[in-house]
């Protein structure tokens, strides 16, 4: 099984700066098959990024995801105060498996 | 656009059952185009993928629970269900059904979640 650290656990940032959430996997994740998750309590997971980079249908160009093989990157370019939330990374290449989660929270 | 609602009883008595059932609304089960999915959050905890179902009733399911679980469809009624058995306190948590595109691969990204279901395992 293909275990996914997501690092760091709680990013504190405050609106209009960067950030960059990390997924890292313990084997390579084949054809790229790395997706991003937004989750704010209550609601379901939504879909962000798929393939590693392509953004889903939607989804705000200040959300980017880049990486392959093993290290995976999500960047939010300026932070909006919606974007506040739980991110999760899953792969789809190797069965399936998430990541535990990255809080990012306003500082 | 597709919606996917959950239902089912919200407690469940240990060594039970628990059943779901997930009705797909504006778009056909019969379509081809999705897995149907199932994947499940422990309280405060992350996301664990529970198994899925193709329309023609392919199923793959997680290795950890598969000895426990049943996941069916029903083209007729546009719905897909779970059954998890021999239930613990363990298995107390939000199931979400999912919508996965059909890529020929055997996986893929989830892109239609339903609400989710808070599903406590307690006597």
């Known amino acids: 099984e293909i275990v996914l650290t997501q690092s760091p656990g709680t990013l504190s940032l405050s609106p209009g700066e960067r950030a960059t959430l990390s997924c890292r996997a313990s084997q390579s994740v084949s054809s790229n098959f790395l997706a991003w998750y937004q989750q704010k309590p209550g609601q379901a997971p939504r879909l962000l990024i798929y393939g590693a980079s392509i953004r889903a249908t939607g989804i705000p160009d200040r959300f980017s995801g880049s990486g392959s093989g093993t290290d995976f990157t999500l960047t939010i370019s300026r932070l909006e105060p919606e974007d506040f939330a739980v991110y999760y990374c899953?792969?789809?290449?190797?069965?399936?498996?998430f990541g535990q989660g990255t809080k990012l929270e306003i500082k | 656009q597709v919606q996917l609602q959950e239902s089912g009883p919200g407690l469940v008595k240990p060594s039970q059952t628990l059943s779901l059932t997930c009705t797909v609304s504006?778009?056909?089960?019969?379509?081809?185009?999705?897995?149907w999915s199932w994947i499940r959050q422990h309280p405060g905890k992350g996301l664990e993928w529970i198994g899925y179902i193709y329309y023609s009733g392919s199923t793959y399911y997680n290795p950890s629970l598969k000895s426990r679980l049943t996941i069916s469809v029903d083209t007729s009624k546009n719905q897909f269900s779970l059954k998890l058995s021999s239930v613990t306190a363990a298995d107390t948590a939000v199931y979400y059904c999912?919508?996965?595109?059909?890529?020929?691969?055997?996986?893929?990204?989830?892109?239609?979640w339903g609400q989710g279901t808070l599903v406590t395992v307690s006597s």
């Open positions: 999912a919508g996965a595109p059909y890529s020929g691969y055997d996986y893929n990204y989830f892109d239609y």
């Open positions: 504006g778009g056909s089960i019969s379509s081809g185009g999705y897995y």
């Open positions: 899953q792969q789809y290449g190797s069965s399936q498996t």
